[in-house]
């Protein structure tokens, strides 16, 4: 059975620091990337990267603040998301791509989607 599961997630006050993780199981996924989306608004990429982890993306919103990384022999992924502000509230899904190995910001580039998992930032 194909699994995508967000973990890490959380109410953290503005300025704080968070680490989610996505653990994947069931097949081999290349490209993968975390988004989010916040209440009214549509999903948007937060942070992509490449199945060797060598290229990376950010929205502009999240630059210098959020690094993803991945590691491949234990079928994870992660978000390290530091000096959060109230706007970085949003559920954060875990996406993985069966099809292509390069860095992809793209929802329809993604296949697989975990559940996601709840961040607040308090003000």
């Known amino acids: 059975q194909v699994q995508l599961v967000e973990s890490g997630g959380g109410l953290v006050q503005a300025g704080g620091s968070l680490r989610l993780s996505c653990a994947s199981s069931g097949r081999t996924f290349y490209a993968m990337g975390w988004f989010r989306q916040a209440p009214g608004k549509e999903r948007e990429i937060a942070a992509a990267i490449s199945w060797s982890g060598a290229d990376t993306d950010y929205a502009d919103s999240v630059k210098g603040r959020f690094t993803i990384s991945r590691d491949n022999a234990k079928n994870s992924m992660y978000l390290e998301m530091n000096s959060l502000k109230p706007e970085d509230t949003a559920v954060y899904y875990c996406?993985?791509?069966?099809?292509?190995?390069?860095?992809?910001?793209?929802?329809?580039?993604?296949?697989?989607w975990g559940q996601g998992t709840q961040v607040t930032v308090s003000s």
């Open positions: 996406a993985a791509s069966s099809r292509t190995t390069y860095v992809r910001r793209a929802i329809p580039d993604y296949d697989y």
